[in-house]
């Protein structure tokens, strides 16, 4: 941590970071939605409280500043997912042959 202050390269360190967490959580809400759908919303609701929680605990800056970045990705997540099933409503991504979306004709399902 010294060293980065020392340095000054705490901010760039933070922008980095907070890029890849953003970057990872845009495959998260693909996958999720393609094998669970919307109806798991609430574990991102749960990360992020605790998030949010364990930021407003620690005194490091630095993580501090990425549990808060996380937290609000996991936030963002929800909102996303929601998003993501209007999406493969369109077509726009591919539909889960394994899983009955809200949207399908119940009557089309074979079984």
Not at 53 to 66: D, F, G, M
Request: charged letters at 15%.
């Amino acid at each position: 941590m010294d060293f980065l202050a020392e340095y000054h390269l705490l901010g760039l360190v933070i922008g980095i970071s907070t890029f890849l967490i953003i970057g990872l959580f845009h495959p998260v809400v693909i996958k999720v939605e393609y094998y669970w759908g919307t109806r798991c919303w609430w574990i991102f609701l749960l990360l992020g409280l605790l998030g949010t929680v364990a930021s407003l605990l620690t005194t490091n800056v630095l993580l501090a500043a990425l549990l808060g970045v996380f937290s609000f990705s996991s936030f963002w997540t929800i909102k996303e997912l929601f998003e993501q099933e209007k999406r493969v409503k369109k077509g726009w991504f591919p539909k889960n042959p394994n899983r009955i979306y809200p949207w399908d004709n119940q009557s089309d399902v074979t079984e």
